[in-house]
């Protein structure tokens, strides 16, 4: 059961941090982000969603996976309310 969420956390993160990152490089317009924002949720996704899909994978340890998928979520939640608290409303 573990290695089922492992995978739908990896391929779910990839898929956003895909997204994401088309969005930040021009390829996509349909963020509804800042830029330095839509960069920063691309990178993570990615390179959390490659970090889950090499220990799945390679190492045969989905339980890490699992957790290095719901950690990007955490990252970008906490970045997010960053955003929010520190951002100029103008």
Same mark, same amino acid.
């Given at each position: 059961?573990?290695?089922?969420?492992?995978?739908?956390?990896?391929?779910?993160?990839?898929?956003?941090?895909?997204?994401?990152?088309?969005?930040?490089?021009?390829? %996509?317009?349909?963020?509804?982000?800042?830029?330095?924002?839509?960069?920063?949720?691309?990178?993570?996704?990615? %390179?959390?969603?490659?970090?889950?899909?090499?220990?799945?994978?390679?190492?045969?340890?989905?339980?890490t996976a699992l957790?290095?998928?719901?950690?990007?979520?955490?990252?970008?939640?906490?970045?997010?309310?960053?955003?929010?608290i520190f951002g100029?409303?103008?």
């Amino acid at each position: 059961m573990v290695k089922i969420f492992a995978w739908l956390f990896v391929a779910f993160n990839l898929y956003m941090g895909g997204d994401f990152f088309l969005n930040a490089i021009g390829v %996509l317009q349909t963020s509804k982000y800042s830029a330095s924002a839509t960069w920063i949720y691309g990178i993570v996704l990615l %390179l959390m969603g490659g970090a889950g899909a090499y220990f799945c994978a390679f190492k045969g340890d989905c339980k890490t996976a699992l957790w290095i998928g719901a950690a990007a979520w955490v990252v970008i939640f906490l970045f997010l309310l960053g955003n929010m608290i520190f951002g100029k409303y103008n």
